[in-house]
């Protein structure tokens, strides 16, 4: 980490009456990184020097992650993309690119859809929104077979205590195991990230984003409501050899945005584009972000 770090700077941000830790690098329009699960900010570190050579770069730990606050709620949707708008608030911003992985990804395509005036660009790496996963998880045994940790996730307590009993090898076979190119997860990469989860608190606050993301009042209140369209310039890399997320996830994308899309499949590369693909990656955001600039 050290090379790469030299200009990196660690902050706490205060956002939606919690702390989110973050790293920064560069001046200019902001870009917001958001990670995913089992992630913490760490898995955009071949991003941010590469985008912070023009842009602002903030990359959050998500709401209970690594050296963000780790409170006992706001683990749904809304809550998360709130922790968002307010960072984004904070940091003297009135709108950002904002860039997503995983869960990551879920929480910028409901910030797209729910809150569009704090939006320039929307970029989505190997994520769909919420209420689509679902679906297709509800339709497809295809992706019920690669979310079935999602499902075994909603058991009280049991996953919390299974993890923690064997936490580096859950957080190697997740990594490395679910990767094409599986070189970028050293045996010194996965221990800073089996180091992160094993934070108190960190582990249970991880499970809750699944555990609230089936909650039936969740769904509740978003029955037969029609997600506004997202009004972004939207661009999605997707890994075409996601173990985790069906390709079939990316069909039909297009029809919820009002803006110009863009799909590109990244091929020989799973689920971690951001760290398999890094160098492919960092030359589409920077196409793509750059045109506003």
Sequence with gaps: MTAL??????????????????VTQGQGDLVVLLHGFPEFWYSWRFQIPALARYFKVVVPDLRGYNDSDKP???????TLTADVRGLIENLGYTRAHV???DWGGSIAWNLAQKFPQYLNRLAI???APAQKLVQEMASNLDQLRRSWYMLAFQVPGLPEWWIQQNLKEFVKNVLQGQAIRKGVFTSENTEIYQSALAKPGALSAALNYYRQMFSPWNWIKEFGRTPNPITAPTLVLWGEEDALLSQTLTKNLEQLVQAPYELKIIPHCGHWIQQEAPQTVNRELLTFLRQSS
């Design 5 to 22: 770090s030299a200009e990196w700077q660690h902050h706490f941000i205060e956002t939606n009456k919690i702390r989110l830790h973050c």
């Design 72 to 78: 006992a709620n706001g683990y749904d949707l809304d």
């Design 99 to 101: 860039v997503g992985h």
């Design 125 to 127: 790496l190997n994520a």
